[in-house]
Every structure is written in structure tokens, then in C-alpha cells.
């Protein structure tokens, strides 16, 4: 990254969570394994059939989830952390493949690796340009059929403690990289179109401006703020043992990051609203933060209302 930064050089990346596996294509337009869109710009302009579909999804029970639940509060009351993302793997059966999924998606950031999974996902990690770097956390979600939605989510005291907690993280993140870190716009609602109708989510916008060597340390610059502190949590080095411990299982390229940098700018996502490819079949990984003002109940639910794919 930081050769194909001094050399202007267009590349695609993915980090999985654990940050021990990886890919960087070079001049990525010119392939067309890996598919990719990254808010408008990559090589996945292929048509996909429209027309009915099935989508199954079977999570895990509620007492299941419950255990690990009760793994994350126990951690959160000793102070081992102040917020943790705690995620679901849930299978799921549809006759559509990784890649028509894809084709069919609509979201700002897509990307498909054959065999292995595709991910739409609606949050963006950072973007590098001109010498400012952003980043737009995403924490928050509702049914946007609740009464009152938007208002319900923006006025509830654990969404907005769990929000703030996110954004302070990402502020001191970007001020490892940058100077003059601010919050430009805070707690700001997203509409996601879904199978089983509209959710919102909530963001932020977190700006700073970066030195001016930038374009030859894109790579150093870019792994001092991973993993995403949207979807580890705060502290993070604590908060990472914890999921591990919750959680029992690698995440993979699940809730790491992805991006594009097009020979002068650098936008990235979260590997969020992900499907994988098992060897039994496709999991779908979904999931959502977790505070001492949690109920279990809501998480639950919250974790299995993300399980959908972006289109009718």
C-alpha cells in the first residue's frame, strides 16, 4: 500500500478481522475475479436476473445467544470494556449464488471474492483524499415501520451512550494519524432498503487532516486504526479478548475492512451485512453492540433483524 501510494498506483485490499489474512490486487479494473463497487467506482457492472427469490435464515436460539450475552455484561461490569460488538453466525438458504447476490445488491460498498463470500455493506470505514482523512461510524438500527422511528432511536439513552462511545473511539483513532480531528456531523439517520422492508441506521462524521508525506504511508497510516472500532469495541485491546472469548470462533473477513484507492483518493468499508460460503453451506454474520444498559432481549433481536439481503 505504501508503494502503490508513492507510485500512484490504483489497488483493491481486504483485511479480515483478525488481521492475518489478506489480499492487494493491483489495477483491479483490469480483473475480473473479485468483483467490487466502492461507492460507485469498481468492475462489478454485470446484469443479474430479476425475479423472485427465497431467503431463509435459521439463527441461533435465544438461550444460546443469551450465554454469550451474559459472557459480554460480566466483562462490561468488572470494566474490561465500555462497549462490545458481539456477533451471530446464522445459516441461511437461498437459491441465489454469492455473486448473483451481489449483482443484485444495492449498497454503497460491495464486493464479492468467489468461494469465499460477498458483502453490501452500507458503512464506510475511512476515505483519504487531498489530505483530509473521514470516517462515518455506524451505530444504531431500527425498523423504520415503528412509530416514530427516527425519533425513537435518536432520543434512546443506551443507542446514544453506545453511538458516543463509537465516535470517541474514532476520534482518538484518526488522532493517531491526523491533527485537528473534529466531529463534523453527529448522529445523522441512514435509510436502508432490505428484503423485509426499511430500517435506519445511525451515523457520524469525523474529519482530520493528515501530514503531508500521507500518499507514501498509506499502508502504515491506514493499519494503525484497524481493527474498526465500530465493530470491536472500546478499549479495544480488552475489548478484543472479550469477543474472543464470547464469540469462540475466528470472524474471518467478517467486520475487517475493504477499499479502493484509485491513484489519488482512498475510500474503504466494513465488512459488514456479509454472507459466507462454508463447506455446509452459506452463513449469513450479523451482529451489534453491546453496553451495560443492554437488554439482551433487543440485542437478540437486533442481531436477526440485520439478516437480510438489499433488494425485493
Not at 500512484?8 to 493491483?26: A, N, Q, V
Not at 483491479?28 to 427465497?54: C, H, K, R, V
Not at 425513537?152 to 451512550?161: S, T, V, W
Not at 494503525?224 to 465500530?230: D, H, R
Amino acid at each position: 500500500m505504501n508503494a502503490a501510494g508513492r507510485t500512484k498506483t490504483p489497488f483493491l485490499f481486504g483485511l479480515d478481522f483478525e488481521l492475518s489474512e489478506g489480499f492487494f490486487i493491483e489495477n483491479p479494473l483490469q480483473q475480473s475475479m473479485i468483483l467490487f463497487d466502492m461507492a460507485g467506482t469498481g468492475n462489478g457492472t454485470g446484469e443479474a436476473e430479476e425475479g423472485p427469490f427465497t431467503f431463509v435464515a435459521s439463527p441461533e436460539g435465544y438461550c444460546r445467544y443469551a450465554e454469550r450475552f451474559s459472557r459480554v455484561m460480566e466483562g462490561l461490569r468488572y470494566g474490561n470494556s465500555f462497549l462490545t460488538n458481539l456477533t451471530i453466525r446464522t445459516p441461511v438458504g437461498t437459491g441465489l449464488s454469492l455473486k448473483e447476490i451481489f449483482l443484485r445488491s444495492r449498497a454503497k460498498y460491495r464486493l464479492y471474492v468467489p468461494g469465499r463470500f460477498v458483502c453490501f455493506s452500507p458503512e464506510r470505514f475511512v476515505r483519504i483524499d487531498k489530505g483530509k482523512v473521514f470516517s462515518h461510524p455506524m451505530k444504531g438500527t431500527i425498523d423504520a415501520s415503528v412509530e416514530h422511528a427516527e425519533e425513537a432511536i435518536l432520543n434512546d439513552y443506551k443507542e446514544k451512550a453506545e453511538h458516543s462511545t463509537i465516535v470517541d473511539l474514532i476520534r482518538n483513532d484518526l488522532s493517531r494519524i491526523a491533527s485537528g480531528v473534529r466531529v463534523n456531523r453527529f448522529r445523522y439517520i441512514d435509510r436502508v432498503e432490505t428484503n423485509g422492508g426499511t430500517i435506519l441506521q445511525v451515523s457520524s462524521e469525523i474529519e482530520g487532516t493528515l501530514p503531508d508525506d500521507y500518499p507514501e504511508n498509506l499502508g502504515t497510516l491506514f493499519f494503525e486504526l484497524l481493527p474498526a472500532g465500530s465493530v470491536s469495541g472500546a478499549p479495544k485491546e480488552a475489548t478484543l479478548a472479550l469477543i474472543r472469548e464470547a464469540e469462540q470462533e475466528p470472524r474471518g473477513f467478517y467486520t475487517g475492512v475493504a477499499g479502493y484507492f484509485d491513484g489519488t483518493a482512498l475510500d474503504s468499508c466494513v465488512l459488514i451485512r456479509y454472507v459466507e460460503q462454508a463447506e455446509d453451506g452459506l452463513y449469513f454474520r450479523s451482529g451489534g453492540g453491546i453496553t451495560v444498559n443492554s437488554a439482551c432481549e433487543k440485542e437478540y433481536a437486533e442481531a436477526v433483524r440485520k439478516i437480510y439481503l438489499p433488494f425485493n
